[in-house]
Each structure stands twice: as C-alpha cells, then as structure tokens.
C-alpha cells in the first residue's frame, strides 16, 4: 500500500475551562487526515487523528519536517513485509531519521498524532477496531480480548461564580450517566475552599476511593506537601501532579509523606521521561502513571512505557492513560491497562467517546467499528471529513 496525501489543520477548542494553572481560553489541537492508495467498502481509507488535547496544536513540525519525511518514505520503507500494510512502528522510525535525541516534546506530539492515524489505517485494513488489533500485537500473552474498560470521568474544572454548585451538578450527572468513579481539579482554591468541594463531591459519591484530585502542576514543594497531608484522612483513590512534572524531588517528598498513590504523566512525553520520573520520584509502588499516546510518540512508545514501568514494579492496572476520547480508549483496552479516562462535553468536538460507547456501572463497552473510529463521532468526523475532501477521498 502506499500513502498518497496527507493533510494536516488547526482547530480551536472553544471552552470557558480552567485548572489550578491554565486556563484554555487559547487552546488549539492539531487533526491530520492520511490517504492510501487502498478502499474498503467503496471508499478510499483514510487514517484521522488529533493530538489529544491540553498542549498546543503541533502544525509547524508536521508542516515542515514530519509530514514531508512520510512523504518521501518509499512504501517499502513503511510497509510490514508480512502484511504489506503500514507499519507504524516502522514509520516512527522514519519519522526519526536525522532528529537528536532528547528534546523530546518538541516533537512527540507531531509524531505522535501520525503514529496514531497510522494505526487507524491498520484497522480499517483489517477491517477490526484498533483495540483489537493492539491486543494482538501488545497484549499480555494469554490475556482475553476485553469486552470492557473501567472507566473514570474527569471534570471538576473551576468555574468561578457558583462553583460549588455547578461541581454538584456535574458530579451528580456524571453518576445518573453511569460512572461510578471521578476526578476533579484540585489546587486552584485556597485550601480550606479545596476541601469544600472535595467533601461536597465525597458526599455525593460515598466514598474516598471513587475520587481522585488532580492538582494540574499547581504547588511548589511546601505547598505540596501541606495539600498532601491535608487531603490524606480523605483515603482518595489519587494525588495527580502535585507539582512540575520533572520536579522529582518535590515528588519524592510528596510520596513520603503522604500515604495514598501519586499519579503523573501526561506531561512525559518518552520513555525515557517515564524512567526518570519512577526512578527518581520514589513513589514505592503508590503510583498510576498516566502517559497520552498521541502527545508521546504514540502507541509503540506507550507500550515501551508499559514495559518500562514493569521494570520499576508498577503494573499494567496502575497504568491509565491520560486524554478522554478514542486514542486513549482502545490504547487502554489494547495494551490491557487498568482505566481509561472519559471527558463527556469537554473540549469538544475532541472530547468524549463514539455514540458505540456505552457507559455503565464505571465500565465503558468498546466499539466495532474499524480503526479508531471517529467516524461514529459526527461533530469530530466534520473536521475530519473536510481534510479527507481536499484529499479526494
Ligand atoms: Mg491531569
């Protein structure tokens, strides 16, 4: 097969969000679109993806290094010789040809995205969702193909005026949507007013262990560590990102005063990054690391990550990768890892699952459509679809 275009865009995500650092007034994402000379069912197939979101669109190294070095690719540079289908693995590794290692964020995130679209293009070749054809390639042997994935909310943003109230709503409607399990933002408050909206959400949840904070980065180490030790009597299922993310020192810290698991990872964006951060943030096992595929070099990179955590003892179910929509979904239930995270009506269109997901009792059921399938999503689909059209696909 060989890839005959490939298109690329920046979309604004209109959104009013805040964490405790950022606000997302400026957001933007990144969609590329990636036509074959290959059809299915009548119609070209075309591989989509986005690069997550929470970072900036990555336009100028698609534009300018990554999208014409997969160009010039020959097809037997990309294809798996047994298959004759792309390889994406074997892309990355033409993506990669003349860059310097480290750095690595400078371009993770633009090859991450192709990685990703790459691997839709596998699943629409073999006719299969992409979950299942990573749980061939990257499974556990001897593990079941799921048939579900746990499944947490994310939210709990700020919301200025009526905050508290406003939380409640949405704790509440995220429970009556069937989940069982939620995060919310953390840190952007004076504490005393950060614990009111944890015990507002507890009391509607029932129990410290369906509830993880995320502190997006917020604290310096003695801040840090105060939040820590009071948030502790709560017994919460996590701490996410108390403090920067190569902080390894204040993490370290955190870890030892605080007797619940640490989560980070959304912001490393290699395996190396991941190393470090276990190796040196100390966590004694206490922790869920949360890498975002497209954002770091995509699913090979995730499951060297997978691998890489094994080796500090942490276990695939404490790992559940960061990012709320269809990536993040079948990389999860692919690989066989512990949660996938769910954004229902955030940062739209990108955020959420297809209308095949389901939601029920915390668990999420997976799609069949081939690929990632962002077809089933109509709003997301648009933009897409307009990419495939000046492909004339
Ligand atoms: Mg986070």
Known sequence: MKITSIEERTVPIVTSLRNARVDFSEITASVVA???????????????AFNSFGRYACGGPLRER???????????????????????GRAV??????????????????????????WDIVGKMRGLPLYRVLAERF??????????????????FYRGANDLALLCDEVSGHLDAGYTEVKIKAGGLALADDLRRIESVLALIGSGSRLALD????????EALAFARAIAPYDLRWLEEPCDPADFET????????????AGGENLFSREEAD????????????????????????R??????????????????????????????ATAGLGLGSAESYPGLFEPFGGFSREVQVSNGFATLPCAPGIGFEEQPALYAIFRELAQRQGA
């Open 34 to 48: 990636i036509a074959t000379d290959q059809f299915r069912e009548g119609r070209r197939v075309v591989g989509y």
């Open 66 to 88: 990554f999208i014409p070095r997969l160009l010039r690719a020959a097809p037997h540079e990309l294809n798996d010789p047994d298959t004759g289908i792309v390889g994406p």
């Open 93 to 118: 590794d033409v993506l990669l040809q003349r860059e310097k290692a480290g750095a690595h964020a400078e371009r993770s995130m633009a090859v991450g995205t192709l990685e990703l679209a790459l």
């Open 139 to 156: 499974a556990e042997p001897g593990a079941d193909v799921p048939r579900t994935v746990r499944c947490y909310v994310g939210g709990g």
């Open 215 to 222: 502190a997006s980065c917020a604290f310096q180490r003695d």
């Open 251 to 262: 993490y370290r810290a955190v870890g030892e005063a605080y007797p619940g698991t640490v």
């Open 276 to 299: 470090n951060f276990l190796r040196y943030g100390c966590f004694g096992g206490r922790v869920v690391l949360q890498p975002d595929p497209p954002l770091a070099y995509g699913i």
């Open 301 to 330: 990179e995730l499951h060297r990550i997978v691998e890489v955590a094994r080796a500090h003892g942490v276990g695939r179910q404490n790992i559940v990768p960061h990012g709320g929509n269809m990536m993040s979904l079948h």
